[in-house]
């Protein structure tokens, strides 16, 4: 965009980044589906060439999704996995990746038996503490991957300290920004080098598309993404590509709202006998609420806390009872969307991990996570209310 566009707030960026309106005047950028282009000559050097490496639809998303992280550099997968797998094969045998210890399920299998042979010394660690941070650095390491706030105990790490940390000993800081979503949280404004975003979440927000992306503001690892992105091909479709630039048109009005109503349920929780413990890092007993209020802000520099809230009931209430009383609000994993959803954890998404590291982390069968959608915050509180004391 051109220099006073800039100057735009990210609402208005987030409708018109990327949007270019074409030679048709369509007011929309059009899907384009097509899997090759014609060449103008047999040694021409033309844009596009073949879907796997570039097409129309892909450039406006990246170009849009790039802006939305204040990134140089943007990267559409075809899912949250595909983007982080990218992330790890820019690393060689010998190499040392740290990443935080309670990451999504995906990313731990992803390291422990996927990629666990390819001889790069994953290490977990605890990232919420710098002392440990520091020790753990080795002449070898290459990356710490930070995933903040982290699923489902809203634990957070500080990426600014991180960054600071990582910087002095030419280390890359990568972060999987999908529990705040661009809205909530910038990453790269903090001195990391790569966002990761599972979009399927907050960006694409309507629970409807798969997708993945990498921000990247370090020009050595943009490089070596490329090359991993269009030679291993797990790019979106031109429609899931589309679906989500058309998404994220309403980003800020959809977080907005559900970040205002996760406040809203989150102090009723907190206040209700039958909730044993309230997670959420908008409340004052969130054990890192002065790093929430410091790292979450709005685009605008307003303070939030997210739309997640990790709660655990009185062990007297049935929960399969309780599950079946919502009708609203849906059983299922996932995440950020208008449409608000729960699920266990425990039983669920770390259902491979054993009872004993669970019970460590305070990953109870009590424990549900709440992710609040845009629904009117009277009705879920009453719908929660009834589930509580109809069991
Ligand atoms: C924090 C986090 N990272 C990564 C992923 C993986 O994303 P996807 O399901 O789009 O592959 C998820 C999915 O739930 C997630 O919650």
């Given at each position: 965009?051109?220099?006073?566009?800039?100057?735009?707030?990210?609402?208005?960026?987030?409708?018109?980044?990327?949007?270019?309106?074409?030679?048709?005047?369509?007011?929309?950028?059009?899907?384009?589906?097509?899997?090759?282009?014609?060449?103008?000559?047999?040694?021409?050097?033309?844009?596009?060439?073949?879907?796997?490496?570039?097409?129309?639809?892909?450039?406006a998303?990246?170009?849009?999704?790039?802006?939305?992280e204040?990134?140089?550099?943007?990267?559409?997968?075809?899912?949250?996995?595909a983007?982080?797998?990218?992330?790890?094969?820019?690393?060689?045998?010998?190499?040392?990746?740290?990443?935080?210890?309670?990451?999504?399920?995906?990313?731990?299998?992803?390291?422990?038996?996927?990629?666990?042979?390819?001889?790069?010394?994953?290490?977990f660690?605890?990232?919420?503490?710098?002392?440990?941070?520091?020790?753990?650095?080795?002449?070898?390491?290459?990356?710490i991957?930070?995933?903040?706030p982290?699923?489902?105990?809203?634990?957070?790490?500080?990426?600014?300290?991180?960054?600071?940390?990582?910087?002095?000993?030419?280390?890359?800081?990568?972060?999987?920004?999908?529990?705040?979503?661009?809205?909530?949280?910038?990453?790269?404004?903090?001195?990391?080098?790569?966002?990761?975003?599972?979009?399927t979440?907050?960006?694409?927000?309507?629970s409807?598309?798969?997708?993945?992306?990498?921000?990247?503001?370090n020009?050595?690892?943009?490089?070596?993404?490329?090359?991993i992105?269009n030679?291993?091909?797990?790019?979106?479709?031109?429609?899931?590509?589309?679906?989500?630039?058309?998404?994220?048109?309403?980003?800020?009005?959809?977080?907005?709202?559900?970040?205002?109503?996760?406040?809203?349920?989150?102090?009723?929780?907190?206040?209700?006998?039958?909730v044993?413990?309230?997670?959420?890092?908008?409340?004052?007993?969130?054990?890192?609420?002065?790093?929430?209020?410091?790292?979450?802000?709005?685009?605008?520099?307003?303070?939030?806390?997210?739309s997640?809230?990790?709660?655990?009931?009185?062990?007297?209430?049935?929960?399969?009872?309780?599950?079946?009383?919502?009708s609203?609000?849906?059983?299922?994993?996932?995440?950020?969307?208008?449409?608000?959803?729960?699920?266990?954890?425990?039983?669920?998404?770390?259902?491979?991990v054993?009872?004993?590291?669970?019970?460590?982390?305070?990953i109870?069968?009590?424990?549900?996570?709440?992710?609040?959608g845009?629904?009117?915050?009277?009705?879920?509180?009453?719908?929660?209310?009834?589930?509580?004391?109809?069991?």
């Amino acid at each position: 965009m051109a220099n006073k566009k800039d100057k735009l707030h990210f609402t208005t960026k987030t409708i018109h980044v990327g949007n270019k309106i074409d030679e048709t005047g369509a007011a929309v950028t059009p899907i384009h589906f097509t899997s090759t282009f014609r060449q103008p000559t047999f040694n021409s050097n033309s844009e596009y060439v073949y879907s796997r490496v570039g097409s129309p639809t892909l450039a406006a998303l990246e170009e849009n999704l790039a802006m939305l992280e204040n990134a140089h550099h943007a990267f559409a997968f075809s899912s949250g996995m595909a983007a982080m797998t990218a992330i790890f094969m820019m690393f060689k045998p010998g190499d040392h990746v740290l990443i935080s210890r309670n990451v999504y399920g995906g990313v731990f299998r992803l390291v422990t038996k996927v990629l666990n042979d390819n001889k790069v010394d994953f290490e977990f660690i605890d990232t919420t503490n710098l002392e440990t941070l520091s020790k753990s650095i080795r002449d070898n390491t290459k990356l710490i991957h930070l995933e903040t706030p982290s699923n489902p105990l809203l634990e957070l790490a500080d990426i600014e300290q991180v960054s600071n940390i990582a910087q002095k000993h030419n280390i890359l800081v990568s972060v999987d920004n999908t529990f705040m979503g661009s809205y909530g949280q910038r990453p790269l404004d903090l001195g990391a080098d790569i966002v990761m975003h599972s979009t399927t979440k907050f960006l694409s927000g309507h629970s409807d598309v798969l997708s993945g992306a990498l921000m990247v503001n370090n020009e050595d690892a943009a490089e070596k993404i490329t090359l991993i992105q269009n030679t291993g091909g797990a790019l979106p479709s031109p429609f899931d590509a589309w679906l989500l630039l058309r998404s994220v048109k309403t980003l800020s009005v959809r977080v907005e709202k559900q970040f205002k109503n996760a406040e809203i349920i989150a102090k009723w929780l907190d206040s209700n006998s039958r909730v044993t413990k309230v997670i959420y890092p908008g409340l004052q007993s969130h054990k890192q609420f002065d790093l929430a209020t410091k790292q979450h802000s709005s685009p605008d520099g307003d303070p939030v806390y997210g739309s997640m809230i990790s709660f655990e009931l009185d062990s007297s209430i049935n929960l399969d009872n309780f599950a079946k009383n919502l009708s609203i609000i849906t059983l299922a994993e996932s995440l950020g969307g208008v449409k608000s959803l729960i699920s266990c954890p425990y039983s669920m998404t770390h259902a491979s991990v054993p009872h004993e590291e669970k019970t460590e982390l305070g990953i109870t069968p009590n424990l549900l996570r709440f992710s609040v959608g845009i629904e009117h915050a009277d009705d879920l509180i009453s719908e929660l209310d009834y589930a509580m004391n109809h069991n």
